[in-house]
């Protein structure tokens, strides 16, 4: 089931070519305040504060759109894509800039019914014990909701994709399946639920685990359509 939804719902934004997607050289190095890494044409939607670097300061994540109406002087469509920043807090007060992900959220119209409208953030971002976790949820009957981990690799100074949870839901009979891997060990585990009809409880049908190939992918090779 998952494979059908996540296609069904995936085919759309593929066809959408070519994206126009953020330069990372727009993106300075360094700044005083977050709002000095927003490049022109784009606009923050979104921010959130903590540290991802261990070094007991607040970094932040800004979550960017294009900065541009939904429709043109035409009163034609214009699609909008959107870009994760990743900024270290300095000891001076100011921020260094770590990461720039522009593949890893979906655009404005790629997420169906509950993508959103494109006015607000793509994704439900939180950072816990050092973690960047992004959580971004899509489709309409058929849901996918694709949540992603990320730690800061101190030898590679880059942020690495350690784990990853996708849910399909039929949000008309409650079944659902889960595929959960974790990068650093290889272990995936699937597990299908259903809702019992007396009790509208979840139950789970089955739970299997396999090994998959360890992967070390950073946030900046993360493709929302991939």
Request: glycine content about 8%.
């Amino acid at each position: 089931m998952l494979q059908l939804i996540l296609s069904l719902i995936l085919l759309p934004a593929i066809l959408q070519e070519p994206r126009h997607l953020l330069d990372a050289k727009l993106v300075p190095m360094s700044g005083a305040t977050t709002n000095t890494f927003v490049p022109k044409g784009w606009k923050s939607q979104d921010e959130q504060a903590g540290d991802l670097n261990g070094d007991g300061l607040p970094d932040a994540v800004l979550q960017l759109i294009e900065d541009k109406p939904m429709r043109d002087a035409k009163d034609e469509f214009q699609e909008r894509q959107r870009a994760l920043l990743i900024l270290f807090k300095t000891a001076d007060g100011k921020y260094a800039r770590a990461a720039v992900a522009s593949k890893l959220l979906m655009c404005a119209s790629c997420g169906g019914m509950l993508g959103g409208d494109g006015e607000h953030p793509a994704a439900d971002v939180k950072i816990e014990k050092g973690v960047l976790i992004v959580s971004q949820l899509y489709g309409a009957r058929e849901s996918t909701d694709l949540l992603q981990r990320f730690r800061y690799d101190t030898a590679s100074h880059t942020f690495l994709l350690i784990g990853q949870d996708i849910t399909g839901v039929d949000r008309l009979t409650g079944a659902s399946e889960t595929v959960s891997t974790n990068f650093l060990t290889g272990k995936q585990i699937t597990e299908r639920r259903k809702i019992n009809a007396k009790t509208e409880k979840e139950v789970v049908l089955s739970k299997q685990t396999k090994v998959v190939p360890k992967a070390r992918k950073t946030i900046e090779q993360v493709d929302f359509e991939q």
